[in-house]
């Protein structure tokens, strides 16, 4: 089954802690090494973190659930497993993977690779979504098989 990287609002105008944007930073690198599909969701066209390499999807959202109003559900295979990372964990990161959940994809949240508002939003997060069916994975973990 292969995975498809979505990055979640990774924007320049976004200020990440370090540690953050690092693991982000691995987490792309490793996914275009190893050939796996990215897609990038951002909000209000703004300028991606990263760049984006001409085989990767750019998608604008507008909704926290990025599958709503936007072409997200057309830029994933039928049966792909979806990792999420980016920002912001108790918004766009909490309501893609609920989404995601219920369109019946398998979702793999990448530890370390997101964060909220508050300081612990990101392990809350995790908690709330693992109790929905969410596999939670380190980012240097993550399956991209």
């Given at each position: 089954?292969p995975?498809v990287?979505?990055?979640?609002d990774?924007?320049?105008?976004?200020?990440?802690?370090p540690s953050?944007?690092?693991?982000?930073?691995?987490?792309?690198?490793?996914?275009?090494?190893?050939?796996a599909?990215?897609?990038?969701l951002r909000?209000?066209g703004?300028?991606?973190l990263?760049g984006s390499?001409?085989?990767?999807?750019?998608?604008d959202?507008g909704?926290?659930?990025a599958?709503?109003?936007?072409?997200?559900?057309?830029?994933?295979?039928?049966?792909?497993?979806?990792?999420?990372?980016?920002?912001w964990?108790?918004?766009?990161?909490?309501?893609t993977a609920?989404?995601?959940?219920?369109?019946?994809?398998?979702?793999?949240?990448?530890?370390?690779?997101?964060?909220?508002?508050a300081?612990?939003?990101?392990i809350?997060?995790e908690?709330?979504?693992?109790?929905?069916?969410?596999?939670?994975?380190?980012?240097?973990a993550l399956p991209?098989?």
């Amino acid at each position: 089954m292969p995975t498809v990287l979505v990055l979640i609002d990774a924007q320049r105008d976004m200020l990440l802690t370090p540690s953050v944007h690092t693991a982000l930073r691995a987490l792309l690198n490793r996914a275009r090494n190893e050939g796996a599909a990215v897609v990038h969701l951002r909000t209000g066209g703004q300028e991606l973190l990263f760049g984006s390499w001409p085989q990767e999807q750019v998608i604008d959202h507008g909704a926290d659930d990025a599958f709503l109003g936007s072409a997200l559900t057309d830029a994933l295979p039928a049966g792909c497993r979806v990792a999420l990372a980016g920002v912001w964990s108790e918004e766009a990161v909490r309501a893609t993977a609920l989404g995601a959940l219920k369109r019946g994809y398998r979702v793999v949240l990448a530890s370390g690779a997101h964060e909220g508002y508050a300081p612990d939003a990101a392990i809350r997060v995790e908690h709330e979504l693992a109790t929905a069916g969410t596999v939670i994975a380190g980012a240097d973990a993550l399956p991209f098989d």
